[in-house]
């Protein structure tokens, strides 16, 4: 197994965890605007090596999940932005073109220091 894109959470925006709720992570990259940042789980941004598509594996610390879709421009905002709306809910077809749809359970705590990445 190869890891397509490895991060950490550095900080986590004041209304990012009521995405959650919704069945949804957003991420961004350190250095996001703040009207932004204060929704997003924030990260130390890394190299993107690979494909994100179905049927790669999301690793959010130690919880696995299977990628069911990939919008057609997730990569590239992660790649870019290190910006991603991850939805729990395995859908085959992604809803927009920027999100990404797992299978799992919505991870009950997230927090500054967890390791989020993709594995081919």
């Given at each position: 197994?190869?890891v397509?894109?490895?991060?950490?959470i550095?900080?986590?925006?004041?209304?990012a965890?009521?995405?959650l709720?919704?069945r949804?992570?957003i991420?961004?990259?350190?250095?996001?605007?703040?009207?932004?940042?204060?929704?997003?789980?924030?990260?130390?941004?890394?190299?993107?090596c690979?494909?994100?598509?179905?049927?790669?594996?999301?690793?959010?610390?130690?919880?696995?999940?299977?990628?069911?879709a990939v919008?057609?421009?997730?990569?590239?905002?992660l790649?870019?932005?290190?910006?991603?709306t991850?939805?729990?809910?395995g859908q085959t077809?992604?809803?927009y073109?920027?999100t990404?749809?797992?299978a799992?359970?919505v991870?009950?705590?997230?927090n500054?220091?967890?390791?989020?990445?993709?594995v081919a």
């Amino acid at each position: 197994m190869s890891v397509i894109y490895q991060t950490t959470i550095t900080q986590i925006g004041e209304c990012a965890r009521d995405a959650l709720s919704d069945r949804m992570l957003i991420t961004f990259r350190e250095g996001a605007p703040a009207d932004v940042a204060e929704f997003c789980f924030i990260h130390c941004h890394g190299d993107f090596c690979g494909q994100l598509k179905p049927g790669t594996r999301f690793e959010l610390g130690d919880k696995q999940y299977p990628v069911t879709a990939v919008g057609e421009v997730a990569e590239l905002n992660l790649r870019e932005l290190g910006h991603i709306t991850l939805r729990f809910d395995g859908q085959t077809q992604a809803e927009y073109p920027g999100t990404v749809h797992v299978a799992g359970d919505v991870p009950e705590s997230i927090n500054p220091g967890c390791t989020l990445k993709f594995v081919a």
